[in-house]
């Protein structure tokens, strides 16, 4: 088991940058992939970037690359994502995401090969 708890989301404006933690307990952090989902109000839950268990392998979804980074820190059980030029569709409530083990090559996920989901952070960009 493995609890998840985001920070950071806010209310910015367009072009800002904002950087979401997710603290995780439980079992060994190191041990899980960890990734970051979003959904918008009306819309279907999106995937967004995730990492292997060491750091070495990340991936981020075409709508966010080059401005979205992941990240994490194995030593304080955490997980990051940057987020920098921020547009108004990226508008949602974020979720940290974790499952244990490992996947070989990250690509896009779909939210179902997750086992353990945050509470969520709203993210809000105004134009």
């Known amino acids: 088991q493995v609890q998840l708890v985001e920070s950071g989301g806010g209310l910015v404006q367009a072009g800002a940058s904002l950087r979401l933690s997710c603290a995780a307990s439980g079992r060994a952090f190191a041990d899980y992939e960890m990734g970051w989902f979003r959904q918008a109000p009306g819309k279907e839950r999106e995937f967004v970037a995730a990492?292997?268990?060491?750091?070495?392998?990340?991936h981020c979804t075409d709508s966010v690359k080059g401005r979205f980074t992941i990240s994490r820190d194995n030593a304080k059980n955490t997980v990051y994502l940057q987020m920098n030029s921020l547009k108004v569709e990226d508008t949602a409530v974020y979720y940290c995401?974790?499952?244990?083990?490992?996947?070989?090559?990250?690509?896009?996920?779909?939210?179902?090969?997750?086992?353990?989901w945050g509470q969520g952070t709203q993210v809000t960009v105004s134009s």
């Open positions: 995401v974790a499952r244990a083990g490992y996947y070989g090559l990250i690509y896009d996920r779909t939210w179902h090969e997750y086992d353990y």
């Open positions: 990492i292997s268990r060491s750091g070495g392998s990340t």
